[in-house]
């Protein structure tokens, strides 16, 4: 027997095939899962090239306002106003698990505080306030299709790495567990069957000694029975019947093979 073969008998065979049965499920589950992985992965791909022309064209907007208001407000540097002024950001962003056939995904989710918004809209009030307050309408705009932005390349990454794990899982079940689970079994059954040849040949050979040598036994009593006849005074006279009786008879002889056979099997 080989030394990567287990032992050839029927509970390993047995304990292979459960391993097989396993197998071929988890591969077919890990299938659907990675179908399933496939699918989102495609929408998330869709919306992401949605979600990047509009971050461009909100970006875009936002330069074009940011421009205005630095018109609008005689080349006054509004941004060291702003960060001045900013306490507290008005804008945080928590993170949310979401699950997508039994993968955890982030998902960015952003809040937005009005009231922390207030020392921004008095700013600038009597020379161009009504303009930076809509450039900070347009650069709000652009960061939620940022969130959004950064939310969904996240999603994409992680599934991007779930699946490429999941395609490795498959192929291994497929190319490398499974075939190798069935040629152990093959190996095993091939094992058992030339055993059960070797037995089957062991046991009628066995019989066939026991049979001879019963007949060579019931030959020689015949022979005995013979020369003690012929040496003793008279026997052509005498019926040698009674002795003759006392010899097995084939039919005996061949019930006593017979059940010895029996036993063996």
């Known amino acids: 027997m080989p030394e990567s073969m287990p032992a050839a008998n029927r509970s390993t065979l047995q304990t292979f095939k459960a391993k097989?049965?396993?197998?071929?499920?988890?591969?077919?589950?890990?299938?659907?899962?990675?179908?399933?992985?496939?699918?989102r992965f495609q929408l998330l791909?869709?919306?992401?090239?949605?979600?990047?022309?509009?971050?461009?064209?909100a970006l875009k907007d936002g330069s074009f306002a940011m421009a205005k208001a630095q018109w609008a407000t005689a080349g006054d540097?509004?941004?060291?106003?702003?960060?001045?002024?900013?306490?507290?950001?008005?804008?945080?962003m928590k993170l949310y698990p979401d699950n997508v056939a039994g993968v955890s995904i982030p998902v960015f989710k952003l809040n937005h505080d009005v009231a922390l918004d207030a020392p921004a809209q008095t700013l600038s009030i009597a020379n161009g306030g009504a303009v930076i307050a809509a450039c900070r309408e347009t650069y709000q705009k652009a960061v939620i299709a940022l969130v959004r932005l950064a939310s969904l390349q996240t999603a994409f990454f992680t599934l991007d790495e779930e699946i490429k794990m999941t395609?490795?899982?498959?192929?291994a079940l497929e190319y490398v567990l499974i075939p190798q689970i069935e040629s152990v079994c093959h190996y095993i059954t091939q094992e058992m069957d030339e055993q059960?040849?070797?037995?089957?040949?062991?046991?009628?050979?066995?019989?066939a000694k026991k049979k001879a040598k019963?007949?060579?036994?019931?030959?020689?009593?015949?022979?005995?029975?013979?020369?003690?006849?012929?040496?003793?005074?008279?026997?052509?006279?005498?019926?040698?019947?009674?002795?003759?009786?006392?010899?097995?008879a084939p039919s005996i002889l061949e019930a006593e093979a017979k059940k010895d056979s029996d036993i063996m099997f």
């Open 20 to 39: 097989k049965a396993g197998a071929t499920k988890g591969h077919k589950l890990l299938k659907q899962k990675r179908d399933a992985l496939k699918g």
């Open 45 to 57: 791909l869709k919306e992401i090239v949605e979600i990047k022309l509009v971050v461009g064209e």
């Open 77 to 92: 540097d509004i941004a060291a106003t702003v960060i001045e002024r900013a306490k507290k950001p008005s804008i945080t």
């Open 167 to 171: 395609s490795r899982r498959v192929n």
């Open 196 to 207: 059960s040849r070797e037995e089957f040949f062991r046991v009628k050979k066995v019989v």
């Open 214 to 248: 019963l007949e060579n036994e019931r030959v020689q009593l015949l022979k005995d029975a013979a020369e003690a006849a012929a040496a003793t005074p008279g026997a052509s006279l005498a019926p040698v019947a009674p002795k003759a009786a006392a010899l097995p």
